[in-house]
Structure formats: structure tokens, C-alpha cells
T-cell receptor
Framework: QKEVEQNSGPLSVPEGAIASLNCTYS??????FFWYRQYSGKSPELIMF????GDKEDGRFTAQLNKASQYVSLLIRDSQPSDSATYLC????????????FGRGTSLIVHP | ETGVTQTPRHLVMGMTNKKSLKCEQH?????MYWYKQSAKKPLELMFV???????ENNSVPSRFSPECPNSSHLFLHLHTLQPEDSALYLC??????????????FGPGTRLTVL
């Protein structure tokens, strides 16, 4: 059973701070990692994809992947109230059906 | 603006009704997915089609029936649903089922309420 674990939160941070969201996964053969943002009542929107160990930066977002420790993180710098949403982590294994497994998501609240 | 559209956006139906959800993708993708998202639960994969062939049926009750006439269109036919089937139904597409960098893109969803 492939598992993707996220703390459901809510994670509350003040405006301008760094929000750190974490995701751990059980399948050591996992190959691709995705972060989606989902606003209440809306569908998930892809914000980051990471494939290799290390960091990947896109604007205020940084994804950090550590395959040895089996976790992937999402950092949001200079958090804004508009970043308040649920962040879903998805992990795809290197073999099998290639369909990503989603975590439950972490609710982030950025307060002014 | 999403390249995956879903209709209707909202649907209220009785337990004896028959209705269909429609999904269309304009991204040239070959894989399409149905997910169910209930409150406080992770996304539940329902069905997967790759090049119009169904590759996954994740133990979904027979009151849900998928149809994929071509790589751009996906339907979910509903009949004799139960109140616990009320949820957000999401369609997604990706280039094709393969390892590496294949990425899913989601439609806006259909909010279904079963009375």
C-alpha cells in the first residue's frame, strides 16, 4: 500500500512569513512529486513538480526533495492571505500503474 | 484558464434519477481520470482511461459507469445513487500513463448532491 502523509493542519502563519508544508511517502521507488493548491470549493491547481533530489524554485515557491529520507517539502516565501488554501502532495512511483497517490492535504491559513 | 472543462458544474439529483457528467480536455492528452473528493477525505481515484482504454476501476460501485468515446471526452453515467455519493467529482487529464514527468491537470469539478 503506497502511502502519502501530510499533516492536515491548519497551519497558520502571519502575512510575510515563510510557510513550510511537509509530505512523507512510503514507496522508496517513487520518482515524481507534485504539489497542488486547492482553494475551497475549487479544483486542484498544479503549482510545482519536482523530479530530482534537491531544491526547485519558482517565484515564491520552493520544493525540496529528499529521496533518502522520503520527504518532499513546499516552502512559500512572503506568504500572502491569497495563499490560504489546501495544499495537496502527490507522489508517483517508478513502476506499476504510474498513477499518482495523493495525500489528504494541508490547510494553510495566512493571516494579515 | 483550465484546458479541462466539466459540465454541469452543479447537479442535484434524486436517488432514482439517471444523469451524466461530462468532461472534455483541449490539451491533446491521451489519459483521462475520474476522481471523487468528499469533505475531509483525500482524493479517491475512480476510473482511468489511457488511449480510450480503461486501465483502472478502483472498486467503484456499478451505479457509476464511465464512458470514453475518444481521447478528448470522458463521461460518468450515474444511476440509483445514494446520499453518501454526494461529493465533488473531478476530471483530470495527462499526456499519457507513463513514468517520469507526466502531469495531471484538473477540471473545475461537478458538485453533486444526492437527495
Amino acid at each position: 500500500q503506497k502511502e502519502v502523509e501530510q499533516n492536515s493542519g491548519p497551519l497558520s502563519v502571519p502575512e510575510g512569513a515563510i510557510a513550510s508544508l511537509n509530505c512523507t511517502y512510503s514507496d522508496r521507488g517513487s520518482q515524481s512529486f507534485f504539489w497542488y493548491r486547492q482553494y475551497s470549493g475549487k479544483s486542484p491547481e498544479l503549482i510545482m513538480f519536482i523530479y530530482s533530489n534537491g531544491d526547485k524554485e519558482d517565484g515564491r515557491f520552493t520544493a525540496q526533495l529528499n529521496k533518502a529520507s522520503q520527504y518532499v517539502s513546499l516552502l512559500i516565501r512572503d506568504s500572502q492571505p491569497s495563499d490560504s488554501a489546501t495544499y495537496l502532495c502527490a507522489v508517483r512511483a517508478s513502476g506499476g500503474s504510474y498513477i499518482p497517490t495523493f495525500g489528504r492535504g494541508t490547510s494553510l491559513i495566512v493571516h494579515p | 484558464e483550465t484546458g479541462v472543462t466539466q459540465t454541469p458544474r452543479h447537479l442535484v439529483m434524486g436517488m432514482t434519477n439517471k444523469k451524466s457528467l461530462k468532461c472534455e480536455q483541449h490539451l491533446g492528452h491521451n489519459a483521462m481520470y475520474w476522481y471523487k473528493q468528499s469533505a475531509k477525505k483525500p482524493l479517491e481515484l475512480m476510473f482511468v482511461y489511457n488511449f480510450k482504454e480503461q486501465t483502472e476501476n478502483n472498486s467503484v460501485p456499478s451505479r457509476f459507469s464511465p464512458e470514453c468515446p475518444n481521447s478528448s471526452h470522458l463521461f460518468l453515467h450515474l444511476h440509483t445513487l445514494q446520499p453518501e455519493d454526494s461529493a465533488l467529482y473531478l476530471c483530470a487529464s495527462s499526456q499519457e500513463l507513463a513514468g517520469g514527468r507526466d502531469t495531471q491537470y484538473f477540471g473545475p469539478g461537478t458538485r453533486l448532491t444526492v437527495l
